[in-house]
Nanobody, 122 residues
Framework: QVQLVESGGGLVQAGGSLRLSCTAS????????MGWFRQADGMERELLAV????????AYADSVKGRFTISRDNAKNTVYLQMNSLKPEDTAVYYC???????????????WGQGTQVTVSS
């Protein structure tokens, strides 16, 4: 069992930056791949970025590629999402999730955080 807690959300102007953090409980954080998702009002949940257990491999949705960066610090049981050049359409609740699976295409997200609101004003 893994418990995840996100932080770092808030209100930012378009063009600004935020860094989200997701800290996991337990001693098996490096056993999980990690992903960041978001869900805007009336929209389906969207997978934004994925990082493998070691942190050496990442993948991004086209909507955030070049603007967002996922990273992790296994010593701190934390995964990050650095978000730059934010746009009003990035407004959503952002979630981190822990995945099991041999490789990123096979990840199944088993544990979820409670979410943190990001609002980008124009």
């Amino acid at each position: 069992q893994v418990q995840l807690v996100e932080s770092g959300g808030g209100l930012v102007q378009a063009g600004g930056s935020l860094r989200l953090s997701c800290t996991a409980s337990g001693r098996t954080f490096d056993s999980y791949g990690m992903g960041w998702f978001r869900q805007a009002d009336g929209m389906e949940r969207e997978l934004l970025a994925v990082i493998n257990r070691s942190g050496y491999s990442t993948a991004y949705a086209d909507s955030v590629k070049g603007r967002f960066t996922i990273s992790r610090d296994n010593a701190k049981n934390t995964v990050y999402l650095q978000m730059n050049s934010l746009k009003p359409e990035d407004t959503a609740v952002y979630y981190c999730a822990a995945a099991v699976g041999v490789s990123m295409p096979q990840y199944e997200y088993k544990f979820w955080g409670q979410g943190t609101q990001v609002t980008v004003s124009s």
